[in-house]
């Protein structure tokens, strides 16, 4: 089956797709935000969704649901165009579509965040989409924002560019990814560096309770500069790697 986007399959595809094993869904939970002065607002979605097709080809027999493309962003709002969902709708939301998911035949739903924001609400839901999909359906949800930002850390390096710029957010990982999947979109002679230190308990409760922008005006942490496709596609392969190790155990 060469076509594992179920918003791309007409209704019999979908059916016939089910009937031979595609019974596995992966999907991610993104954002539409922003991402420093260099990248455009969709760089959560549009990595949630290169990132679950590779994952889910790795998988074999998996389908890939469309991408959540607003989540928990509030911590964002002070800079334009950001979308933000209040924590309650997020939780319905997740909750309908894993709902519909299983109401198709979908056995296996693979959930991870392409956004920061969803972590901690997504493993917060975790037991309540189980109790309510009951046991015939299995909820994988893949919360380990520090294993991503190993992945990158390590990533960044190995594949030849500079170490010490990933910090999380619009830095030269997410850039690098982007590059790969958007690249006229990417406006790569206004990355900078944002926010270099470690984020303490007290940046961090401020963060949550004044906005991103208390720590970094420019909305970067970590340094945009120096991204290529070359590190993009060496990171979204070690990303979907990591959550097939998550997803198959």
């Given at each position: 089956m060469?076509?594992?986007?179920l918003?791309r399959?007409?209704?019999p595809?979908?059916?016939a797709?089910?009937?031979?094993g595609?019974?596995?869904?992966v999907?991610?939970?993104?954002?539409?935000?922003q991402h420093g002065?260099?990248?455009?607002?969709?760089?959560?979605?549009?990595?949630?969704?290169r990132?679950a097709?590779?994952t889910?080809r790795?998988?074999g027999k998996?389908?890939?649901?469309?991408t959540?493309?607003?989540?928990?962003?509030d911590?964002?709002m002070?800079?334009?165009?950001?979308?933000?969902?209040?924590?309650?709708?997020?939780?319905?939301?997740?909750?309908?579509?894993?709902?519909?998911?299983?109401?198709?035949?979908?056995?296996?739903?693979?959930?991870?965040?392409?956004?920061?924001?969803?972590?901690?609400?997504?493993?917060?839901?975790?037991?309540?989409?189980?109790e309510?999909?009951?046991?015939?359906v299995?909820?994988?949800?893949?919360?380990?924002?520090?294993g991503?930002?190993?992945?990158?850390?390590?990533?960044v390096?190995?594949?030849?560019?500079?170490e010490?710029r990933?910090?999380?957010?619009?830095d030269?990982?997410?850039?690098?990814?982007?590059m790969?999947?958007t690249?006229?979109?990417?406006?790569e002679?206004?990355?900078?560096?944002?926010?270099?230190?470690e984020?303490?308990r007290?940046?961090?409760?401020?963060?949550?309770?004044?906005?991103?922008?208390?720590?970094?005006p420019?909305g970067i942490?970590?340094?945009?500069?120096g991204m290529?496709?070359?590190?993009?596609e060496?990171?979204?392969?070690?990303?979907?790697?990591?959550?097939?190790?998550?997803f198959?155990?």
């Amino acid at each position: 089956m060469t076509e594992i986007q179920l918003e791309r399959l007409a209704w019999p595809q979908v059916k016939a797709a089910l009937a031979d094993g595609y019974t596995t869904v992966v999907f991610a939970c993104g954002a539409t935000e922003q991402h420093g002065p260099h990248l455009p607002l969709l760089v959560d979605a549009e990595i949630g969704t290169r990132t679950a097709l590779e994952t889910a080809r790795r998988l074999g027999k998996a389908l890939v649901a469309p991408t959540l493309r607003v989540g928990c962003s509030d911590h964002h709002m002070a800079f334009p165009g950001t979308l933000s969902l209040r924590r309650d709708t997020f939780d319905a939301v997740v909750e309908d579509y894993c709902t519909s998911l299983a109401r198709h035949g979908l056995q296996r739903l693979c959930i991870f965040p392409s956004h920061g924001g969803n972590v901690m609400p997504l493993a917060e839901l975790e037991p309540r989409l189980r109790e309510t999909l009951g046991d015939s359906v299995e909820v994988v949800v893949d919360t380990d924002l520090m294993g991503l930002m190993d992945v990158w850390k390590r990533g960044v390096p190995a594949a030849g560019g500079p170490e010490g710029r990933v910090g999380g957010h619009a830095d030269i990982a997410e850039g690098s990814i982007l590059m790969t999947i958007t690249p006229e979109l990417v406006q790569e002679e206004k990355a900078e560096e944002g926010y270099m230190g470690e984020l303490s308990r007290e940046d961090l409760d401020r963060v949550i309770r004044e906005g991103l922008h208390t720590v970094t005006p420019n909305g970067i942490l970590g340094d945009g500069r120096g991204m290529s496709s070359e590190i993009g596609e060496y990171l979204v392969a070690r990303m979907a790697e990591r959550l097939v190790e998550v997803f198959a155990a």
